[in-house]
């Protein structure tokens, strides 16, 4: 059995490197995405076709640019894994640089559920927009 550790190492990696079909892989079919703030990408979204197409979306409304890192180690509590983040991401006219916490239930070596937790919400409403 894959280890929440290794699972969630293998989430990170892909997305900062952008293989975003590795990303979707550790995912649960059922997984439950739960985004903070109230902008067009806010709210849970259920099932990995609809977490891929808010990731998606993310991506064309940053023109490309969204990215995010890990800047601390990666917290393991059982199935819990928690990450410190830092993303970016410009647009025309705007840009974004913020800093959270991503939290994932990982269990038999799928991400089922996760929480993302942002350090100004305002920042991230006003970047993403209400669509």
């Known amino acids: 059995m894959t280890s929440p550790l290794a699972v969630a190492t293998t989430y990170f990696e892909a997305l900062e490197s952008g293989d975003f079909a590795t990303v ?44 995010l890192k890990r800047d601390a180690p990666l917290m393991v509590n059982g199935e819990l894994v928690a990450a410190s983040v830092r993303w970016t991401a410009k647009r025309s006219g705007a840009e974004m640089d913020g800093t959270g916490v991503d939290l994932m239930r990982v269990v038999d070596g799928e991400v089922t559920e996760v929480w993302l937790f942002t350090a100004d919400p305002a920042e991230e409403d006003a970047f993403w927009g209400r669509g």
């Open 24 to 67: 979707a892989a550790q995912f649960a079919e059922d997984v439950v995405w739960h985004q903070p703030g109230d902008n067009r990408f806010s709210g849970a979204h259920r099932g990995g076709d609809a977490v891929g197409a808010m990731i998606g979306g993310m991506m064309s409304v940053s023109e490309g640019t969204f990215s």
